[in-house]
């Protein structure tokens, strides 16, 4: 079976560190994961911190980040001693080191300065992607630098690889995992259900298209054993452990 990568949603948060931070992230890796998915968003003098909201106003701030400098950004603690990390710490920390996910945010800038940096630390192709629920950034990327991989976010995988093709995305990140009874009328049951048909015919697709496929939200043993049965590019979840064991017991 081909090496299936582990990705850490927003890091890997079993010790309590915050999110989309550099321990995080560093603890992701500890736990067995391959690399790491972490979110950014373009600062008011054009450079890119990682934090997944586009305000503040989860520590208890009222400011946009767009709105303030990468000082301001980065000086801001997410608890004691752990502040939001530029771009440039977490590249200087694990580029090339460990398998990026990167999520650009709707911005309407940020895609030109990305390429710029990823090219700056030299990073292997092979070693990061750049995924997003919006068009233009993908769109964008490519134009500034085709080598780079992107990957299409959406919430079903049904109908989506047209579009994947269409941006020259090398990767379709679709959502795989229980939807919670609250966000629709039918049961959860019946909606994984759903789910999992047509993503499992959409991933038969992309193989044959060369498509790579990276589920998000893949916590639960159910859909960690069938993401691997299905021999997807990469697991993105928030249970790295259990991730890591299940992917060691099929690898057995």
Known sequence: MNHIKIIAHRGY????????????????????????????????????????????????????????????????????????????????TFGNKAYLNLEMKNQKEGAKNLVEVINQYDLKRESIIISSFHHSPLKKIKTFDPTIQTGLLCHSAKDKLKIAEKL?????????????????????????????YYAHK????????????????????????????????????DEVERAFKLRNQFSK
Request: hydrophobic fraction near 35%; include cysteine; aromatic fraction near 8%.
């Open 168 to 196: 020259n995305c090398n990767a379709l990140h679709p959502f795989y995992g229980s939807i919670p009874d609250e966000w629709i009328k039918v049961s959860s049951w019946l909606t994984s259900k759903i789910h999992k």
């Open 202 to 237: 959409s991933f038969k697709v992309a193989k044959k298209i060369g498509i790579l496929i990276n589920p998000y939200g893949v916590n639960e043993e159910s859909f960690i054993r069938s993401t691997i049965q299905m021999k997807v590019n990469a697991i993105i979840t």
């Open 13 to 92: 948060l079993v010790n309590g560190e915050p999110e989309n931070s550099i321990p995080a992230f560093q603890t992701a890796i500890h736990h067995g994961a391959d690399g790491f998915e972490f979110d950014v968003h373009l600062t008011s003098d054009n450079r890119l911190i990682c934090f997944h909201d586009d305000t503040l106003e989860k520590l208890g701030r009222p400011e946009s980040i767009e709105n303030l400098s990468l000082n301001e950004v980065t000086s801001i603690e997410l608890s004691e001693g752990i502040t939001i990390p530029s771009l440039e710490e977490v590249f200087e």
